[in-house]
Structures are given as structure tokens and as C-alpha cells.
DNA sequence: TTGAAAGCGGTACCAG
DNA sequence: CTGGTACCGCTTTCAA
């Protein structure tokens, strides 16, 4: 009774394409196919004479190891996921997601571990995701932007595949997570707005359905609270971090209180935005009203007058998520671990020289 | 003899996990695994009866079909790659990609297939990203922003994976590709630019490397000739697509031509850093300078004067793509297919009224 | 150092 | 309609 070779007819399946395989290698090179398979997966104990055969034979039949066979049997596919559920418009436009995927391609790249990117559309599209996910597509998940209380990583996460997250998740969650010291960096934003005498300060929110949103908000709050002012929400209007919303939001805010001598909106875009219906109102900056941003993106140099922003660390965030999770794949399933990087305050003309202190 | 259940301990490698396999879910529902299978294939043979007790099991163990397993036999991954050699910093900056992600990403997400985006940022990436690509992980492949004589497509292709190609290639290849009409597009523009009486139209073209620039050029020149004009080198000044080297070109040109009275840039961003340029130095839109872009992306109509502009449907591209590619997902290899899509000129106020005609 | 063989988790053919 | 079973291509004991 044959093992191989007994259909008349290759079948048309397999692989689809008729790409060499092992087998074939080993039999060229005169060897058996453990022998082979020893030679690709870098084992120690091939006699160099068989591992020229073997790699001599593979190039001339230009073979390339089938990853499904080998992620079959070693439940590994040396590839990542980074998932951004964002519209494609608002994904591409952010100057944070290209600096966050250069610092995770560094650390992955070093590795010689594939990144894909995946950028869920549609509800539809978020459950076929879980599914690509959770069937085993990839060795581990990264995932950034994630509103409301999204239930994919903690599904993902359950399932026994390495998730961490970029920015804190709304609930409580098992998950692993970086996430830079929002809280901290909005603080230092008005507490600085405060030193140079502002008093009657507004805020430009972010997404409250995003740990990032509520994070910046709840800093602000703090920094006036400490220095004893009172919080008021007539000053607080909320955005989505795009510039658009930034401008309508100042509007909203200047209409309800025209007094307000001091922003902080917690985007750079949106304080671009706020810029502009400042100057529409003929508000001069910083002399009427002093703005600081947040995320110190190129956006911060590039307005009239450049913008005092909060700078965050996003390629380093980017390696620590890639760190964390290669530091998951090694080891049994982790949980709960997370990092926090620290923000510095970037002072420039739009709350700056010029005011009136 | 024992098929199963030999080992005292289940192996360690084996898909990582412990996720429930399809033998376990077809215990539970008491049928064959062969008829477990047929419930997930959506296989027509399965009684009632059956198929809910395999449901019931599967949802009680929380089952996920393997990928891997799955791929081994039928040869397909359900998903597919889409390849895009740029920089972050460049791909996440242009609105191009997006508009392009948009339209490939209603075909795909309607046939059920996951989109991954694949970014390689060094010759290494590139490398490995051919073996990812080579090895099966995607069913086909869609690759936009070649530079240069990238084999990477054809490479891929004789692997009998099958690839479309956004853009022209630059040399001549058997792979399937979906263009706009990049000569005719700059053709129309400089045309338009003739016939308002411009007679020192300059261009600033976009990297030469690739398609889309050679192109856009050659439709430039087409213009000049069929308008009985000479080419002259010194009204040519060479960009990459990007603002910055849109701005230094238009100040090479002006350099060298101060009598110059209009400029066909090959992008939008590029026209936008000429009127940076011609602003700072005097120049009056259009009065002194026509100008006109091409893309019409949303710069076009930010800018002051709004640009002129050659529109291309980039969804549009993006979705022919898709198709292209889905057609030869069932068929055999295919090869030679390609598709162009008609441009627009969009006129506005960078080359329009006010002028001096 | 090498080869034989037992699977990895599915799919699909073949009998019944 | 169902079950038995032969693979898909590769990795990894186990013995030689």
C-alpha cells in the first residue's frame, strides 16, 4: 500500500500553486526530508555536506517553506497584527499613527517578524477581524485608537493570543497596555497656562469615549483644582481630535464665554482649528487668548503662531507595545502589565513671549 | 492501536493553545468529524438535526476553525495583501492612500476577505515580505507606489500568486495593472494652460521613477508639441509628489525663468509648495503665474487660490483593483490584463477667472 | 548525524 | 446524509 503517489491526478487543492516542496528538496539532494527540514530550521546537527546538498537543491527549485504546514505543527506564524479601527481618512490623516508604526516596524522588524496592518471598516469587518485573529493568523495583536468599550482585545486576549493595547482601555481590563501620562501632560499644559496668568482657561476635549479624551480632561481638571479654581463647564466643550471639530468647538466657546483668555485643546489639530476661529474673531495670540496643544506633531511648528504643545513619546510607545508583546509570545499568556511614559510640556509663541505678563 | 490520544502529554507545540479542535466539537455533537467539518464548509448534506447539535457544541467550546489546517488543504487564506513600499512618514501624509484603501476595501470586505496591509520600510522588510507573500499567506496581492524597476511583483507573480499592480510599471511586465490616464490627464492640463494664452508653462514633474511621473510628463510634452511649441529643459524642474519639493522646484524654475507664466505641477502637494514659492516672491495667482495641480485632493481646494486641478478616481482605482484581482483569484494564472481610468480637469481660481485673458 | 514515522487540524473522497 | 480515512506539507521525537 503506497503512502504517496496513489491518485492518478495531483490534486487540485493543495496549496493551491505547484510550488516545490520539502520532499521534493530532500529527494534532489539525496537526503530525507527531516534532513532537510533540519537545514531551514537552523538545527544544529546537519553534517555540512548535507546542508550544501539540501540548500543547493532548494535554490535550483526556487523553494519556499509552506507557512501553513509549518504554522500547522508549530502554532507559530512570525507575523503581528496592529489594529486600528479608525476610517481610513481619519488613519491616514493623524500624524500620530505613522510615528507610532515606525517605532513598532523597528522593534518587529529586528525580529523578522511581519507586520500587517489591519483597519476594520465596519461592524462586519470588526467580526470577521476576530475571527482572523482568533483562528490564528497571527502570533500576537497590537491595537491603538480602540473607542468606547470594544470587546476585541479582551476576546482576542481570551482566546490565548498576546494582545496589547496603545492607550488605556475604558474598563477595567486584563489586558496589557502602554499608554503616555495623558493626566500628567494636560496638567502641565494649564498649570502653565495658570503661571502666566491666565484665569479664565477653556478646554477642547478629546473623544470621551477614548482613554485619551478623558485622561486630558481629567488633567485639566486637576491643575485648576489645585490651584484652587473653580470648574467651570461652560469652559469645556468636546471634540474628536480632528481640526474641524476644533474650530467649531472654539466658536462654541468664545459665543458662550467671550471673556476666556486661555485654551487648551487636546490635539494639536484641533488647536490648528481653534486658531483659525481665533483669528476669524480677531482674538490676537497669545495677547487674548494664550493656546496649547497637545501631541507636539509637526502641526505645533507649522500654525501662526507656532503652538506650545504637550510632546509625547510616540515611537518609543510604539517599541514599548512591540517590546510587551514580544516579551508575551516567549512566555505564558501575561496579563495586566502596563507602561506609562512620561510627556514634557513644549512652551512656544502661542502661550509664550509676546503675552502679556 | 490507537489513532488518538497516544501521548500522556498533549505535545506543546501543536497551534500553541489549547483551543478546541474540530475532533472535540464533533464528540460533543456525537457526529463524525467529517460531518462537523461539512457544517463549517456550509457544505448542503447535513441534516437538521445534526447541523444544530455541531452549532451547540461549537459555541459551547467557543470553536474557531484553525487557519492554518484550514489553508493546508484548500490552499486559500481568505485574505489578501496589500503591499505599499513608502516611507510612514509619506504614506500616511498623502491623501492618496486613503481614497485608494477606501475603494479596495468595499470590494474586498463584500466578499468576506481580510485586508492586510503590508509597509516594508527597508531593502530587509522587502525581502522578508517576499517570503511572506511567496509562502501563502495571502490568496493575491495589490501593490501601489513602485519605484524604480521593483521585481517584487513579478516575482511574486511567477510564484503563482496572483498580483495587481496600481500604477503602471515601469517596464514592461506580464502583471495585471489598473492605471488612470496620467498622459492624458496632464495633456488636458497643460492644454487648458495653452489655451488661456500661457506661453512659458513650466512643469515640475514627479519622481521619475515611476509611472505616474514619467507619465504625467510625457502628457506635458505631448501638449507643447501638438500646440507647435518647443520643449524646453529649463521650464522642467524634477519633484517626488511631496510639498516641500514642490516649493524648491518652483524656486529652481523661477531662478531660471523669472518670465515664466504658468506650471503644471504633477501633484497637488507639489502645487501647493509652488504657490508657497511664487507667493513669497511676489508672483500673483494666476494674474502673474497660472497654476495647476493634479489629484484634486482636498489641498486643492484649501489652498489660495483654490488649484486647478486634473481629478483621478482613485476609489474608483482602487475598487477595478479589487475586481481585478478577485477574477483572478478563481481563474487560472492570469497576466496582461490592465485597465485605465479616465481623468478630469477641474479648473479653479489658480489658473481661472481673474486671470489676464 | 540521519531516517522513519507520528502527528498538527482540517477537507473531501468514497462507501454505505 | 454520514462515517472512515487519506492526505495537505512540515516539524519533531525516537531509534538506529
Redesign the pocket.
Known sequence: M???G??ALP?N???GNG?P???EVARVA??????A??V??A?????P???RAVERAAEKLR?V??R???T???GRTDSVGLVIPEPTSFLFGDPFFPRLVRGIGEVLSRRQLQLVLLMPQSKEDEARLEGYLSAGHVDGVLMVSLHGNDPLPERVHRRGTPVVLGGKPNVDSPVNYVDVDNVGGARSAVEHLIKIGRRRIATVTGPLDMGAGVDRLQGYHDALRQAGAQIDPVLQESGDFGQPRGAKAMEALLHRRPDLDAVFCASDAMAAGALETLRRHKRRVPQDVAVVGFDDSTIATSTVPPLSSVRQPIEEMGREMARLLLAGLDSPPSGGKRVILATELVVRASSGKGGRE
Open positions: 503506497y503512502k504517496r496513489v491518485r490534486r487543492g493543495a496549496a510550488n516542496t520539502l520532499e539525496g537526503v530525507s526530508r527531516a534532513t527540514s533540519r531551514f530550521t538545527s544544529p546537527k546537519v553534517s555536506k548535507a546542508r523553494y517553506p509552506n501553513a504546514a509549518r500547522l505543527v508549530t
